[in-house]
Structure formats: structure tokens, C-alpha cells
């Protein structure tokens, strides 16, 4: 990806709306009704004629905005929900992948404006890196209506069946406006022969982040003028994307970035500076993970994606063993505070928009796409690990199948570290990337030598309220 530091000066365009609140859950569905499945495909930016209002024969209508790299799990849960309950009807709007990354956003941007309107779908599926609300802020905003309600008055949904601090992270003011659907775990892949050849050995029962620190230490006094590293590109803005939302409290708009351990994060992070690939050597552009260790480019690649999706890792561990003959080990996140857990970021979630008639049908289309055999399925969800238990050992337990491209078993070194993450983990987070901005650009002025330490968590503290206010 290629990185592009974001201006500073925020620019915010306020518009105000009057929003239907609160979720209530519609009528019952008329049952004897026939059947509609709903019509072609349109883009997200194409406009609204407006809110559905109930399909010819009785039933209801429901309308779905996602991103093309969804496709499959929504539509698997569209079939399964329709096949059901045949009086509803489903209008799909699906947002494609546009050659200019600006042009994605423009559509993004355009569905967000809508919404607001309260012209928007009745339903929005979003990944991390597709979101029209973009943070909490817009969360907060009216957007999406309370899901609490729905589920206190839903009798079969049980948060129990779910990873708590994972669908805890659409809460915001104590209201839970989106469902995540699955989320991603975040650490290192290297092989054995990586870390021989390098001289690295690594004591697993001392992983944490003071043991991390200190091995890349003696890396780079090894290799003092050497064109070697130890780490991927990008590594620091990573880890200061989850640091940097851990320290935002969006209930009193203020950040405490003035914090022991993140200026413990910030310190290690420049002095390891020197260790990570630089993203110029390539053009600027950042590739997979696992090729910096697959080209011998970095010792330890610091993954989310890949580690998160069985599919991708099976995959990744079959060709390392095939093409090279060498095993990927898979190291979990090494931890400041044993006790806060491993972090994690939700990859896709699920909301149903404070405009939408029908929010109980809506609701249970959400549950259709949680079931086990929806997102614990291989070929619909690949993206993430599922947020349900059952989901989470249906994926991990079950190899890809053969007529998908593979039929190899899951790497079970790699799964028990995964496992481990997944059992302890931290709190959820979702990524503001105007805040991730504003930390790292005062970061790289701290780094280079431009600002004191203590200068720059003030900035940093200043900007990210003044952005949080406006």
C-alpha cells in the first residue's frame, strides 16, 4: 500500500439531519405471501428512489449496500434468508473495487451522504478498509440505530455464543451500533531457517515487547552497515494504529496520549527505526508480508490479514513448504501488558441504519450471516476469523476444500499461536485514519529529531482534540 501522509489541518463538513431514532422492530412478516428475491445489482453511488416501502405482495423490503470482496458471504446469507422466509424482499447495491483508490472513496463518500439523508440501505456491510463510518465519530452520529434493543427482544441471540471484546467494539455510549462479523489477530511470520541464518533465536517463553525491543537491538548492532533488516515496511505506523485508538476516549472527545506506555511505544519505535525495511527500496510500494521473508527482505514480517484467514495461511504454509522447502512459524503480537491481551481489529461488520422500516427482518439477516455455516464456511468468509465460537472451530478445524483450490490442512503450530491470541484478547478497536494521521506525522518529527518527546504527545493530544470538537 502506498502510504500518503495526510494533512494535519482537518477540514469537516457539517451537515445536519433529522434522523428517525431508536429500533424498533417492524410488524410481522406476512407469511403466505409468495415469494421475491429482489433485482439486479446497482452501484452504490447511483442514488436512491428512497426507503423501501414494502414489496406488491405484503412483505417486506429490505435494501444491502457492500464491497465486491463481501460478496460471497452476503449472498450465501441472502439465500439461506430468503429460502426462509420467501414474502421478503432484498435489494442489493454492491460497491466495486475502482482502479484509483480516490474513485472508491468518491462512491463511499456519496453512499455516506445518502445515508445521512436517510437515503441510504437499510443495511451496510463495511470492512476495515471500506467505511462509511469511518470511526466512532460518525458512529456516534445517528447513522446506525441501537442493535441492543433488537437483541434484548430476540429470544434465539445470545452475545454468549460470540467473542465478548469483539462485539463489545461497536459500542459507543453504550449503544451497539454495529454487529461485527469477523475480526483479524495481528503478529510476525518468519521460518526457522530465516532466523538461523540471521542469528536470531528467540525464547518463546520470554516473548513480550521488552524482549521484542531488545532482540532487534542486537540485530541491528550485527548488522551496523549492513543492507539488512529486521522488520517490514511499515511496521511502526501498524503498531501505532492500534496504540494510537487504545488511547482515544470518544465518550469525552479526548486522547491521553501522555500515557508512560505509549511514550514507552514511541521511544522503542525510534530507536528500532533503523530495522525496518525501507518503503523507498521497493518504490514505495508495501507487498504481502510473508514476501519480505519469502525474498530474504526482513527477518520477522509483521501480518493481520494473512495470519486471519485460514484460507491465506494454509495456503501461504503450503507454498512455503513446496517452494522452498521451509516451515512458517507464526509469532502472536508481542505484549507491553500481559494483562490487557492481544490486540485485534474488526474486519467486517454489520449495521442497520437508524432510517430502516424493517429492522427485525434486518436483524435476522445479520444473524443468517453469523451463523457457523455461513461465516464459518471457507469459501464465503475469507476474510478474518469468524466472531462466533462455532464459527471460529468450524474454520479453523476444517481444511479448504479441494474443489476451491486446496484440500491442505491447516498448519497446527501456526493455529495453536492463533488460538493463544484469541483466547486472551485485548480491546477492540476501529481505526480513525485522521487521528492515525495526525500520530504519525508528529511521530516522524519525533523520530527524525524535529520535536522532543514530550512536544510531541502534547501535539498530538491538541490536534486529536481539536479534530474530535469541531
Not at 472513496?105 to 462509511?132: C, Q, W
Request: hydrophobic share 30%.
Amino acid at each position: 500500500m502506498r502510504f500518503r501522509k495526510a494533512l494535519l489541518k482537518i477540514t469537516v463538513l457539517t451537515i445536519t439531519i433529522s434522523m428517525i431514532s431508536g429500533c424498533s422492530s417492524s410488524g410481522e412478516v406476512n407469511k403466505s405471501a409468495g415469494s421475491s428475491s429482489g433485482g439486479a445489482d446497482k452501484t452504490a453511488g447511483s442514488g436512491s428512489a428512497g426507503k423501501p416501502a414494502g414489496t406488491d405482495n405484503g412483505g417486506s423490503e429490505l435494501s444491502i449496500t457492500y464491497y465486491q470482496n463481501s460478496e460471497r458471504i452476503v449472498e450465501a446469507a441472502i439465500s439461506k434468508y430468503l429460502s426462509e422466509n420467501p414474502s421478503v424482499s432484498i435489494k442489493r447495491e454492491k460497491v466495486s473495487r475502482k482502479e484509483e483508490y480516490s474513485d472508491t472513496m468518491k462512491e463511499l463518500d456519496s453512499l455516506m451522504t445518502r445515508t445521512l439523508a436517510g437515503e441510504g440501505p437499510d443495511i451496510i456491510i463495511e470492512l476495515n478498509y471500506f467505511r462509511v463510518a469511518k470511526n466512532y465519530k460518525t458512529l456516534n452520529s445517528g447513522v446506525y440505530c441501537d442493535l441492543n434493543e433488537l437483541i434484548k427482544n430476540d429470544a434465539e441471540f445470545s452475545l454468549d455464543d460470540y467473542y465478548q471484546n469483539v462485539m463489545d467494539t461497536g459500542i459507543i455510549n453504550s449503544k451497539r451500533y454495529v454487529m461485527p462479523l469477523a475480526f483479524e489477530v495481528c503478529g510476525f511470520l518468519t521460518t526457522k531457517e530465516t532466523l538461523e541464518e540471521n542469528n536470531v533465536d528467540i525464547d518463546k517463553s520470554s516473548w513480550d515487547w521488552k524482549y521484542f525491543i531488545q532482540i532487534t537491538r542486537d540485530f541491528i548492532q550485527r548488522n551496523k552497515g549492513k543492507d539488512k533488516y529486521f522488520l517490514n515496511p511499515m511496521f511502526d505506523y501498524n503498531v501505532l494504529q492500534y496504540y494510537t485508538a487504545s488511547r482515544v476516549d470518544y465518550t469525552k472527545n479526548k486522547s491521553d496520549f501522555n500515557s508512560e506506555e505509549f511514550k514507552t511505544v514511541l521511544k522503542d519505535l525510534k530507536e528500532i527505526y533503523s530495522a525496518i525495511y525501507p518503503i523507498k527500496k521497493d518504490n514505495g510500494w508495501s507487498y504481502s508480508p510473508v514476501t519480505y521473508v519469502r525474498d530474504r527482505k526482513a527477518v520477522l514480517s509483521f501480518d493481520t490479514s494473512g495470519m486471519s484467514s485460514m484460507t491465506e495461511l494454509s495456503g501461504m504454509y503450503d507454498n512455503f513448504k513446496k517452494e522452498i522447502n521451509q516451515e512458517l512459524i507464526v509469532l502472536p503480537f508481542p505484549l507491553i501488558d500481559e494483562n490487557k491481551g492481544y490486540p485485534f481489529s474488526v474486519s467486517i461488520t454489520a449495521g442497520i441504519t437508524s432510517t430502516c422500516r424493517y429492522k427485525k427482518e434486518a436483524f435476522e439477516l445479520i444473524k443468517t450471516m453469523l451463523m457457523p455455516e455461513i461465516i464459518g464456511d471457507l469459501f464465503y468468509s475469507r476474510f478474518g476469523l469468524p466472531v462466533s465460537k462455532a464459527g471460529y472451530k468450524k474454520v479453523t478445524s476444517e481444511p479448504f476444500p479441494f474443489q476451491y483450490g486446496g484440500g491442505y490442512p491447516h498448519p497446527e503450530a501456526a493455529l495453536l499461536e492463533i488460538d493463544k491470541m484469541v483466547e486472551n484478547l485485548g480491546k477492540g478497536v476501529f481505526y480513525d485514519q485522521q487521528i492515525n494521521s495526525i500520530v504519525y506525522g508528529h511521530y516522524a518529527d519525533y523520530r527524525d529529531g524535529r520535536a522532543t518527546l514530550e512536544e510531541t504527545v502534547k501535539k498530538m493530544d491538541d490536534d486529536t482534540y481539536f479534530y474530535l470538537n469541531e
